[in-house]
């Protein structure tokens, strides 16, 4: 499987942005898919991911109820909503893919990252 992250950009404390993955690939909807990122001189974590067939979500601590994370296995796509962004949040986004045990902890496939910028 294939994957390419987009959405990402600059916004301002408080605002809100959508990311997006687009997967290609037969094996897509047989996948957990989910959400890293890594700021600078840090490393990457884990930020939520989803199920591919229940649905199934995960967060991590940090953007409960601020982040959610659908997606459309008949387009392929993976979806980032994130509101009430904060500085903390401005990262590298990455999505990935695998199956679900190891959706949260080391996924085997990468998509290229987008970057997300918070100013305060």
């Known amino acids: 499987v294939q994957l390419q992250a987009s959405g990402g950009g600059l916004v301002q404390a408080g605002g809100s942005l959508r990311l997006s993955c687009a997967a290609s690939?037969?094996?897509?909807?047989?996948?957990?898919t989910g959400w890293f990122r890594q700021a600078p001189g840090k490393e990457r974590e884990f930020v939520a991911a989803?199920?591919?067939?229940?649905?199934?979500?995960y967060y991590a601590d940090s953007v409960k109820g601020r982040f959610t994370i659908s997606r459309d296995n008949a387009k392929k796509t993976m979806y980032l909503q994130m509101n009430s962004l904060k500085p903390e949040d401005m990262a590298v986004y990455y999505c990935a893919a695998d199956q679900e045990p190891t959706i949260t902890t080391a996924p085997r496939f990468w998509g290229q990252g987008t970057q997300v910028t918070v100013s305060s």
């Open positions: 690939g037969r094996t897509f909807s047989s996948y957990a």
């Open positions: 989803i199920s591919w067939f229940v649905g199934t979500t």
